[in-house]
């Protein structure tokens, strides 16, 4: 169906998404989002997976693990979703997506129907994200298609806000032509998905650097116009969503004719347009619902023109607006306006070009600010789905994050050398000697071998298993994500077998909920949980899993496979990851299921576990094949000249790290690896 | 006062950079310190600064300039060639000769000798101990208090005694492991007595 329709601010949404050939869509239902969601499902756009996902955050994990894969993706929410979803929207804007993704959070004015009045646009500023404020059902159509090409052409998630009397308000949509649903072109392995120290250090840059190019993309939502009555006056209104509708309302109920600057997009906020509007103003009104965010923007761009808004009072700081309450404010601004001459005192003189001048201003309009460029005031029709189509699309760009950083790490040469500094090795974080989380990696990969197999990483010591030689972390965003980025990966790339790797910690943190939401929407995927029996990363706590409490008393001790049966998995298998036979085939079982398999690796941390007795090499039978140190990385193992063989190398285990944990005797071709005779200490080389 | 310790996570650096800071304070100084924990914990590199002074004010941020190190204790000798470029003209390190493999560098086959990057410290660094890090070890009975036999050997450089570092040591360490520590520092005290020593007019401490 297309042509015209009257539709709610959230079916225009849906219905933008929809034309726009989004084919993932999730979300939380929330006062005033919930009916975009709801609308999407009804239309059922084929081949697109709809979900209600269990909260906020689950919602846009597993859209953005879609977005990864190429999908155009919609998340939907209200304001206080997105607090959820913030730790998710906070690594994503550094991360990317591929495919468009456009975050829908409805604010509240009011409160009408919520616990806050905190304004999305903050967000966008403080996580250096787009956001697009429609101020109508039809703008939100046309805003939610083109957020997608913007998502897209940025690659990052776009956010969308309307507000209630949008969200709930109805208009005559026109439906423009959808544009063909798009296969998602599959997930690409690359180290741009795994959040790293690095990779936020290069694209918070970026962001920053990419903003003037974003502020021009932004052009057709911000645009001046003009107001058509017959009291002409040097004044303009400077507002946005749904502000920008009672403006021009109360303009037109005083007969005013004045300069209208709508900023729909204020993330960058639209400077060379705001000096263009203010250029000639004696005073400028912002008016605007929740935060004043333009009138924040106008501030330092002012040049003396006087500024009216919520931090003089002259727009309320809480609450909705009304045109009623722009009229009264325009009416101490414009003493002409009032019967009673104003609140200010004395009607201003005109001026010679017979406009009526305005209070607050203190300057004329010979000493109108310099202009970026000395365009004419120049009134825009509103902006169009049409136009926004022809916004272009580029091709995806920018490799994020690399070596690069690695690379300029090196020693520089001291003032008292005369020869520059040798280079000492790169000596990245790494799993420890005897960690159990390098042979659940190495079972799984293992396992996996020949197979198209996406492993999804989380927070925690295991993401050090992204490096070589185990290279089993293809994702990384926030805690807990992993589980619900393999379920949204999936989803657009179905060849794929998705793994989820979680340690114990996280999984009480957020991977429960991840769980849940892939049980719920019919996932198919295996969450693989490494159990080390504490939290590694941050210096062994206790957690609900430990049956230790912060102060080292004893507390209940959750069971997480009992946990992950209670939640609905198909199945749950635990096995020892340091018997990497068994380990192999337990992966194996879990992928020859269905569903949500679990996999439960138990070991404990080397940090609590007494460490066993530790391997030698018996350099006579080692054959320098080297497949303990390539195929584990494990930094007690390393190559020396073979004592032997001149010519060859051999396998060196140094004594002091080594744990005993065997897996490279489990794979040495030779069994030239057994335990150290004697006590523990001394190098075996 | 400003003195840097760099190494391999794993290596202790974090508890010797507090226990100087321990130290400075029980002297009545001011401290701060700033440490490489969490994600480089395990095999990265880690450096930990730490910088003490009579009066707060003088020293108003955590890190240490580059060139501002008065002394650079090495928990590894690639590593202190890293930051070498942190001590100041004339400034005094203490490093450990034994390498620490890099799991990465072993990967690629690539694993550069630690005698290169002590060569290089001897010349680059005037004032230089060297300890041998694993013979203390072994004499000691335990890898895990390199920490220790290094901060033994630049007690001197730093301006305290063992004894005030050993009173440190039992204020932040549990009673069962003092024992074992107070060897290691002692060990080391007395290796950089017959290592090369600093003179200490020559040197800025």
Redesign the interface.
């Known amino acids: 169906m297309s042509g015209k329709m009257l539709l709610m601010g959230n079916e225009a949404i849906a219905y933008g998404a929809v034309d726009a050939g989004v084919s993932f869509v999730s979300g939380y239902p929330g006062t005033p989002s919930t009916e975009a969601l709801e609308a999407v499902a009804r239309l059922k756009p084929p081949g697109a997976h709809v979900e209600w996902s269990v909260n906020e955050k689950a919602a846009l994990e597993t859209a953005a693990g879609a977005a990864y894969a190429g999908a155009r993706a919609l998340v939907t929410m209200k304001q206080v979703g997105l607090n959820v979803a913030s730790d998710p929207l906070m690594s994503l804007n550094y991360v990317g997506v591929k495919g468009g993704l456009v975050i829908l959070s409805a604010d509240d004015p009011g409160p009408i129907s919520s616990q806050t009045e905190q304004d999305t646009r903050r967000f966008a500023q403080f996580a250096r994200l787009p956001v697009l404020d429609p101020s109508s059902p039809e703008e939100a159509y046309a805003m939610a298609r083109a957020a997608f090409a913007l998502s897209e052409r940025f690659r990052v998630p776009v956010l969308l806000r309307p507000t209630t009397r949008v969200c709930h308000a109805c208009s005559v949509v026109e439906r423009m032509k959808p544009e063909p649903l798009v296969k998602p072109s599959g997930f690409v392995k690359g180290k741009e998905w795994v959040i790293f120290p690095r990779l936020s250090f290069e694209a918070k840059k970026r962001l920053v650097a990419r903003e003037p190019e974003l502020a021009d993309a932004q052009r057709p939502f911000n645009f001046i116009e003009e107001t058509r009555g017959d009291l002409p006056a040097r004044i303009g209104i400077a507002c946005g969503g749904i502000g920008a509708a009672y403006a021009r309302e109360a303009a037109l109920s005083l007969g005013l004719r004045c300069r209208i600057l709508k900023v729909g997009a204020s993330n960058p906020f639209p400077e060379a347009l705001a000096v263009e509007f203010i250029n000639g103003l004696d005073c400028v009104l912002a008016v605007e619902e929740l935060d004043p965010v333009i009138e924040d923007g106008l501030r330092p761009l002012m040049d003396g023109v006087a500024l009216r808004g919520k931090r003089d009072g002259s727009m309320p700081i809480a609450g909705e607006l009304s045109a009623a309450i722009i009229e009264d404010a325009l009416r101490v601004m414009v003493p002409a306006l009032s019967l009673d001459g104003g609140k200010d005192g004395e009607p201003p003189p005109l001026s010679s070009s017979g406009d009526i001048s305005t209070c607050g201003g203190d300057k004329g309009v010979g000493s109108a600010p310099s202009l970026i460029a000395a365009a004419a005031l120049r009134p825009t029709e509103a902006v169009s789905g049409e136009e926004m189509e022809r916004q272009p699309r580029l091709p995806l760009a920018v490799p994020i994050g690399g070596d690069a950083a690695a690379q300029a790490e090196g020693a520089s040469p001291n003032a008292a050398a005369d020869e520059p500094a040798p280079t000492p090795p790169i000596r990245p974080p790494i799993l420890c000697a005897g960690c159990p989380h390098r042979a659940s990696f190495y079972a799984v990969k293992r396992a996996a071998k020949g197979r198209k197999a996406i492993f999804c990483g989380d927070i925690g010591c295991y993401t050090l298993g992204n490096a070589p030689p185990l290279d089993m972390v293809d994702t990384c965003l926030c805690m807990g994500a992993g589980v619900t980025i393999a379920q949204g990966l999936k989803s657009a790339d179905p060849d794929a077998h998705c793994f989820a790797f979680i340690g114990d910690s996280t999984f009480f943190h957020s991977g429960m909920t991840g769980a849940l939401n892939a049980v719920y929407n019919r996932a198919d995927m295996i969450i693989i949980v490494l159990d080390n029996r504490t939290t590694g990363m941050t210096g062994r706590q206790p957690h609900p899993g430990t049956g230790e409490s912060a102060v080292g008393e004893p507390a209940p001790k959750a069971d997480i496979g009992a946990i992950l049966l209670a939640l609905g998995v198909t199945s749950v298998r635990r096995a020892n990851p340091f018997d990497i036979e068994e380990a192999i085939e337990t992966t194996h079982e879990a992928m020859d299921e269905t569903g949500v398999r679990a996999v439960i690796f138990e070991a404990p941390c080397i940090a609590v576990a007494k460490p066993g007795r530790p391997m030698a090499v018996d350099a006579s039978r080692c054959v320098g094949c080297q497949v303990c140190v390539k195929a584990l990385g494990c930094p007690a193992l390393s190559f020396m000249p073979s004592p032997y063989q001149q010519g060859r190398i051999a396998a060196r285990i140094d004594a002091s790290m080594c744990t005993g944990c065997s897996i490279c005797s489990q794979i040495c071709p030779t069994e030239c690896i057994q335990p150290l005779d004697g006590p523990k200490g001394g190098d075996t080389a | 006062m400003n003195c840097l310790l760099c190494g391999?996570?794993?290596q202790g650096t974090v508890l010797a950079s507090r226990l100087i800071a321990q130290c400075a304070m029980d002297a009545g100084a001011f401290a701060r310190t700033s440490e490489t924990?969490?994600?480089?914990?395990?095999?990265?590199?880690v450096v930990s600064h730490v910088r003490w002074h009579d009066h707060a004010g003088a020293i108003p941020s955590p890190l240490i300039p580059l060139?501002g190190a008065d002394a650079l204790i090495g928990f590894e000798p690639?590593?202190a060639?890293?930051?070498?470029?942190y001590?100041k003209?004339g400034g005094a390190a203490v490093v450990s000769v034994n390498g620490v493999?890099?799991?990465?560098?072993?990967?690629s086959?690539?694993?550069?000798d630690a005698a290169?990057?002590v060569d290089?410290l001897r010349?680059?660094?005037?004032n230089l101990i060297l300890l041998d890090g694993a013979e203390i070890?072994?004499r000691v009975?335990?890898?895990k208090t390199l920490n220790m036999a290094l901060l033994g050997a630049a007690a001197r450089l730093l301006g305290f005694s063992v004894e005030s570092m050993l009173d440190a040591l039992r204020k932040r360490l549990s009673p069962r492991l003092v024992e074992l520590n107070r060897l290691a520092l002692e060990e080391g005290a007395a290796a950089s007595g017959s290592a090369r020593t600093v003179n200490p007019k020559e040197g800025s401490i």
């Open positions: 391999v996570g794993g924990i969490g994600m480089a914990q395990r095999g990265g590199s060139g690639g590593e060639v890293r930051c070498l470029p001590l003209p493999t890099s799991a990465v560098a072993a990967l086959g690539n694993q550069p290169v990057f290089y010349k680059a660094a005037p070890a072994r009975g335990s890898a």
